[in-house]
């Protein structure tokens, strides 16, 4: 069974830094194109940043370039986000999803994780 398993939420102050995990099990990471996805209250699920399978090019949302880096580690089957300079509208719970590119809409990716919460606030 192919499955997804983020970690590494938390509560952080404005300014402050996480590193989300996204780590594989059933399948191995290296054929996978893998983006991070985030879905705050009342909001749509968006796409926050993607790291490619063929090459690791790596995409980033807007909101998010400068500010959050996205990296993988196949050897530990692992891709992470490392996000810094947090603000309070990064308050979301984030989801990593594998497809295999980066460049299909969010309904293409699967293997979807079950979250874990970020929240940045005082």
């Known amino acids: 069974q192919l499955q997804l398993v983020e970690s590494g939420g938390g509560l952080v102050q404005p300014g402050g830094s996480l590193r989300l995990s996204c780590a594989a099990s059933?399948?191995?990471?290296?054929?996978?194109?893998i983006g991070w996805f985030r879905q705050a209250p009342g909001k749509e699920r968006e796409g926050v940043s993607c790291?490619?399978?063929?090459?690791?090019?790596?995409y980033y949302a807007d909101s998010v370039k400068g500010r959050f880096t996205i990296s993988r580690d196949n050897a530990k089957n692992t891709v992470y986000l490392q996000m810094n300079s947090l603000k309070p509208e990064d308050t979301a719970v984030y989801y990593c999803?594998?497809?295999?590119?980066?460049?299909?809409?969010?309904?293409?990716?699967?293997?979807w994780g079950q979250g874990t919460q970020v929240t940045v606030s005082s």
């Open positions: 999803a594998a497809d295999l590119g980066c460049h299909g809409s969010i309904d293409d990716f699967g293997s």
């Open positions: 059933g399948f191995t990471l290296d054929y996978y194109a």
């Open positions: 790291i490619s399978s063929s090459d690791g090019s790596t």
